[in-house]
């Protein structure tokens, strides 16, 4: 009985450890023109400090999640929905000298402005503020769903060079090919939320397949990102798992 009790203890402080390691810490990293900067803000919203350029991503949770950083001076928008589309929290912001770099269909619900709107589709590709950017497809599978919460042609995701050093940012979509044909992505975000996006199993999957440097799952409330990491790992591929804090609330 305290063999059994012991190796309960073990496993559940095992358990703790791993979820213990997740931090909102920024990591940066080494580009052409000098330090990226990664920023965990929250669920699927990102920031990046690059080049005396601030950038947002989906910016959602409120303006105080962003109080240690300068003001944007880009924001990329995903999606219509309230955590990508956030009205309250973009509102909030200072946005007056931002370029915001959306889809169609944000731009046509967006009611907040800044000094530039870019508005880039799916295939499509430009060049904001020195940064070059593609819009890369995003929607749920199967593509000809009529209930589809993600349709595609709608929302983006993003490819950003930063000085050499490629980032790719999923959106939210399941793993669709155009994900798992990626190829010289040096740090992907890649969601995985049932039964808004995809499971952890789809995702893993997706990322053994195109094998970015470095992978962040973000956009994952009530998953488990462990597994997903234990699965990657598993593959022996040559990418790296970074777990983050992206729930500290």
């Keep these: 009985m305290k063999n059994i009790l012991f190796t ?47 950038i947002f991503v989906d910016p959602f949770g409120g303006a105080e999640l962003f109080s240690d950083l300068d003001a944007p001076d880009i924001i990329f928008i995903t999606d219509i929905h309230g955590d990508h589309l956030n009205p309250e929290t973009l509102t909030a912001l200072d946005t007056e000298n ?6 169609q269909a944000v731009a046509d619900q967006m009611e907040v402005t800044g000094a530039e709107t870019i508005i880039i589709g799916n295939g499509e590709s430009a060049e904001v503020m020195g940064l070059p950017v593609s819009a890369i497809p995003m929607y749920n599978l199967p593509v000809d769903d009529p209930d589809s919460r993600h349709v595609k042609g709608r929302g983006n995701g993003y490819i950003i060079n930063f000085g050499g050093k490629t980032v790719y940012l999923s959106g939210d979509t399941e793993d669709i090919p155009e994900m798992r044909s990626l190829e010289g992505i040096d740090i992907a975000f890649v969601c ?10 789809q995702a893993a999957d997706a990322v053994i397949e195109f094998q970015p440097a470095i992978v962040y799952p973000y956009h994952h409330r009530g998953q488990d990102i462990n597994e997903f990491k234990n699965l990657v790992d598993a593959a022996n591929v040559d990418v790296e798992v970074k777990l983050k804090d992206w729930y500290s609330e």
Aim: hydrophobic residues 40%; glycine residues 4%; negative net charge.
């Design 192 to 201: 995985m939320n049932l039964p808004y996006t995809m499971d952890v199993n």
């Design 98 to 103: 931002t370029t915001f770099v959306v889809p």
């Design 8 to 54: 309960i203890l073990i496993l559940a402080l095992s358990t703790f450890s791993a979820f213990a390691q997740l931090s909102s810490t920024p990591d940066t990293y080494d580009t052409e023109n000098g330090a990226l900067t990664v920023y965990p803000i929250n669920h699927g919203t990102v920031a990046f400090t690059f080049d005396g350029k601030t």
